[in-house]
């Protein structure tokens, strides 16, 4: 099982994404534990699909960014990176202002493989917006 890495802290994570899609969305750990993250990203138009309500992929992009990166801080030592190779999503409402807020839970903390659970919800009331899950494949250096 994956400890939790003491070198990865919350200021390296969002200076990690500060120039990439995550830092562009605003979205913004707030803490670190074995096991989990935490994190939000205040709603603005940019987030909304022309329909007026929160797009998907916005809210995937939390839940993604909180998972991947729980994972580089679980990641076992040795690993070199990893990537994303399965996920799923259930929205169950919207948001019109505010923010989201995202809690990431590991499921498993293999040494080829990561399972994540990831609850999104409105930052102001709690009320469930998705649930998520994804598998993280450890990267490992390659054998010359």
């Given at each position: 099982?994956?400890?939790?890495?003491?070198?990865?802290s919350?200021?390296?994570?969002?200076?990690?994404?500060?120039?990439?899609?995550?830092?562009?969305?605003?979205?913004?750990m707030?803490?670190?534990?074995?096991?989990?993250l935490?994190s939000?990203?205040?709603?603005?138009?940019l987030?909304?699909?022309?329909?007026?309500?929160?797009?998907a992929?916005s809210?995937?992009?939390?839940?993604d960014?909180?998972?991947?990166?729980?994972?580089?801080?679980?990641m076992?030592?040795g690993?070199?990176s990893?990537?994303t190779?399965?996920?799923?999503?259930?929205?169950?409402?919207?948001?019109?202002e505010?923010?989201?807020?995202?809690?990431?839970?590991?499921q498993?903390?293999?040494?080829?493989?990561?399972?994540?659970?990831?609850?999104?919800?409105?930052?102001?009331?709690?009320r469930?917006?998705?649930?998520?899950?994804?598998?993280?494949?450890i990267?490992?250096?390659?054998?010359?």
């Open positions: 099982m994956s400890k939790l890495r003491p070198e990865i919350i200021e390296i994570l969002n200076e990690r994404g500060s120039e990439y899609l995550p830092g562009f969305l605003g979205i913004e707030i803490a670190l534990a074995q096991d989990s935490r939000r990203m205040p709603v603005r138009k987030h909304f699909a022309p329909n007026d309500f929160l797009h992929a809210v995937v992009a939390l839940a960014t909180t998972c991947g990166y729980a994972t580089v801080a679980h076992p030592q690993a070199q990893f990537t190779i399965e996920l799923k999503s259930n929205h169950l409402g919207t948001v019109k505010g923010s989201i807020a995202c809690v990431a839970s590991a498993h903390l293999g040494r080829n493989t990561q399972v994540w659970d990831a609850t999104v919800t409105d930052e102001t009331t709690g469930k917006i998705a649930l998520f899950r994804c598998t993280q494949m990267l490992w250096p390659k054998s010359t």
